[in-house]
Nanobody, 124 residues
């Protein structure tokens, strides 16, 4: 059974930092795509960052480039999202997602495994 468990969310002031973690277990393949998505109230879920666990290639949304960094610890089977210089507009529920694939996409519908989400709130 595949499980993705996010942690690390919280409340910070603008300019602060948080590091999100996503622990993966039970995945049926050694090659898969992982991504971080966020959804604010009344808005659609959007891709924040993604990684191809085989090639290591990464994706960052334009709105977070230069502030967020995605990384993985293969041994710990954990995905991270380091978020610096946080802005109030980064406030959202953040989700980790995964899918077995030989290529990766940023569309939320591409992913078939999701975590429960972790809330990030940035105050001005």
């Amino acid at each position: 059974q595949v499980r993705l468990v996010e942690s690390g969310g919280g409340s910070v002031q603008a300019g602060g930092s948080l590091r999100l973690s996503c622990a993966v277990s039970g995945f049926p393949s050694s090659r898969y795509c992982m991504g971080w998505f966020r959804q604010a109230p009344g808005k659609e879920r959007e891709a924040v960052s993604g990684i191809d666990t085989n090639s290591g290639s990464t994706y960052l949304a334009a709105s977070v480039k230069g502030r967020f960094t995605i990384s993985q610890d293969s041994a710990k089977k954990t995905l991270y999202l380091q978020m610096n210089s946080l802005k109030p507009e980064d406030t959202a529920m953040y989700y980790c997602a995964a899918r077995t694939a030989s290529y990766c996409r940023t569309d939320p519908s591409f992913f078939n495994y999701w975590g429960q989400g972790t809330q990030v709130t940035v105050s001005s």
